[in-house]
């Protein structure tokens, strides 16, 4: 089982940036691949970004592609995903997710933290 915890989401205007964080503990970080999901009000929970356990191999849903960026420090036990350009419809709760394999959702979640971008 992974413990996961996500910091770094708040409120920022149409254009901003934020960088999430989500800190593991429990099996060792270099052994599973990391994903980002997140969810709107009234939606279902959506991929947004994944990375393999090495950090060389990641993927990204269309509508993030080329604005967010997903990366790993396997020494920090630490997954990051760099938001850029953000829009309204970004908003949404994200959660960190331990995955078997890139891309696949795991069963290990964060608490979420929530990513409010205002127009």
């Known amino acids: 089982q992974v413990q996961l915890v996500e910091s770094g989401g708040g409120l920022v205007q149409a254009g901003g940036s934020l960088r999430l964080s989500c800190a593991a503990s429990?099996?060792?970080?270099?052994?599973?691949?990391m994903g980002w999901f997140r969810q709107a009000p009234g939606k279902e929970r959506e991929f947004v970004a994944a990375?393999?356990?090495?950090?060389?191999?990641?993927i990204y849903a269309d509508s993030v592609k080329g604005r967010f960026t997903i990366s790993r420090d396997n020494a920090k036990n630490t997954v990051y995903l760099q938001m850029n350009s953000l829009k309204p419809e970004d908003t949404a709760v994200y959660y960190c997710?331990?995955?078997?394999?890139?891309?696949?959702?795991?069963?290990?979640w964060g608490q979420g933290t929530q990513v409010t971008v205002s127009s």
């Open positions: 429990g099996r060792p970080f270099s052994t599973y691949a």
């Open positions: 997710n331990a995955a078997p394999r890139t891309g696949v959702a795991g069963n290990d």
């Open positions: 990375v393999a356990w090495s950090g060389g191999y990641t």
